[in-house]
């Protein structure tokens, strides 16, 4: 089970990014991640530089509105130099975008709504979204706001999802609970996010973040994901 730290909070990356990510070397981070907004590509570039001279692989998530700021996003991902894209829901212009950069690319499935971005649709038409993406060659994996979604149940979805994508499925978002963490995995996620809860202290460690991030990583160690 793969655990990535978001810097951000309320789908921002936070103020002195670049700082925090100084606070936390150390602690056996392997994912470290950041959203399109609240930083310059400059700024991202710097903590990407920083985690590879640590050894760790970074995502960068799209949660832009328009797809005029999603390309921009996506093409800033190669000059910034993540090893992987996150969100976005316009699959085919990423794809031609990231096409031999070499980074994976997780795209949203279903219909992403807002800032906070919220997955809306029915489970049978996430399913739909989730297949159609990941037939798209170029497409490695699927980010999946299954907390996000309004209505539907997050664990069921996420394990339909799961079933019908051959590739990773990370559960992206609201995660702020050990028993949620421990549910993503029973449902067959590769991995999931957390960003916001760390920065809010509700996380066991409380209130330091590299308090909550080891005990984040004890929780998942050993802890295996379970595909149907």
């Known amino acids: 089970m793969n655990f990535i730290f978001m810097l951000t909070q309320h789908d921002r990356t936070v103020p002195d990014a670049a700082g925090i990510y100084e606070s936390l070397r150390g602690t ?36 832009s509105t328009s797809r005029e700021s999603e390309i921009t996003s996506i093409e800033a991902a190669r000059q910034i130099g993540v090893d992987w894209v996150l969100g976005g829901t316009h699959a ?21 709504e807002g800032h906070p971005s919220v997955l809306l649709g029915s489970a049978a038409e996430i399913v739909r979204s989730a297949q159609s993406l990941t037939a798209i060659d170029g497409v490695f994996g699927l980010d999946l706001l299954a907390y996000r979604h309004p209505e539907e149940n997050p664990i069921a979805l996420t394990r339909d999802v799961v079933s019908a994508s051959p590739g990773p499925v990370i559960v992206a978002g ?55």
């Open 92 to 112: 085919d212009d990423a794809v031609r975008i990231l096409n031999g950069s070499g980074i994976k690319y997780c795209p949203f499935p279903g219909r992403i």
């Open 174 to 228: 609201s995660i702020a609970t050990a028993e949620q963490i421990r549910l993503v995995a029973s449902a067959g996620a590769w991995g999931f996010t957390i960003g916001s809860a760390i920065f809010e202290g509700r996380l066991p460690g409380a209130p330091g973040l590299a308090a909550q991030i080891t005990e984040v990583l004890k929780l998942t160690a050993g802890m295996e994901t379970v595909r149907a």
């Open 28 to 63: 056996a981070l392997h994912y470290i991640g950041f959203k399109d907004i609240g930083a310059t590509p400059n700024e991202l570039k710097v903590i990407t530089e920083k985690a590879h001279a640590d050894g760790l692989e970074v995502m960068l998530e799209v949660v």
